[in-house]
């Protein structure tokens, strides 16, 4: 269930309730990350084509996406991302402004501007880190899964990197080694929210001939 930030408004003074309004995400700003998001996870998906079929002998093809339901469903990725960034950060954002408050009760939107910024300093630190690492996560695995996918009858095993993980599907499957890779592209991470992990994958070299044939997107 999202963050009801909405209902931590409502219990604000005029002032908080103004800070807030002057600070939040609006639908502008979700335009704008899900732009970001989108254009990066194209990129990165047609990069994670491009390397797949480099390791599987054919370094002359690169991937592309044009108008079609690969970039339609990037897009909904990208969307559904943007929305909860944005709820999520004015949900932050609310309960920042709270703690202010806990600390200076006199506090005025002056006091609230200047703490808000260095508040929103650190948080951009290890925030656009993670949504940065879940974005390409979620691109090369899904590249890697439809490369697998149109590419039928290519056999090769995949293994989870990085080599460590704390949730017991991840331990299991890192644990395992090598996976068959159709059984991998079954089961693309991510397994959980900022998961890290993904398939390494092993396929088959093809000959120079059938290099042509691979299917690079649509």
């Not at 219990?11 to 502008?28: E, F, S």
């Not at 996406?65 to 944005?86: P, R, V």
Request: a neutral charge.
């Amino acid at each position: 269930m999202p963050l009801d930030w909405h209902a931590v408004v409502e219990k604000m003074t005029n002032v908080q309730r103004m800070v807030h309004l002057a600070m939040r995400y609006d639908v502008y700003d979700e335009e704008r990350i899900r732009s970001d998001l989108l254009k990066e996870r194209r990129v990165t998906y047609e990069d994670e084509l491009t390397i797949q079929a480099a390791r599987m002998g054919c370094p002359g093809r690169s991937g592309r996406l044009s108008n079609g339901a690969i970039l339609s469903q990037l897009y909904g990725m990208s969307k559904e991302d943007s929305e909860s960034i944005a709820n999520t950060y004015n949900y932050d954002l609310a309960i920042a402004i709270l703690h202010i408050f806990s600390e200076v009760p006199t506090a005025n939107r002056y006091v609230y501007a200047k703490r808000l910024s260095e508040w929103e300093e650190k948080r951009g630190v290890w925030k656009h880190n993670q949504i940065a690492l879940y974005t390409e996560g979620s691109a090369r695995a899904l590249a890697q899964e439809h490369f697998y996918q149109y590419n039928a009858g290519i056999l090769g095993v995949a293994i989870l990197e990085p080599r460590t993980g704390v949730c017991p599907v991840c331990v299991a499957l890192i644990a395992r080694g090598e996976v068959p890779l159709r059984e991998a592209m079954r089961t693309p991470p991510p397994f959980h929210p900022n998961c890290p992990h993904y398939w390494r994958t092993v396929p088959q070299r093809v000959p120079p001939s059938e290099c042509p044939l691979l299917w690079m997107g649509e």
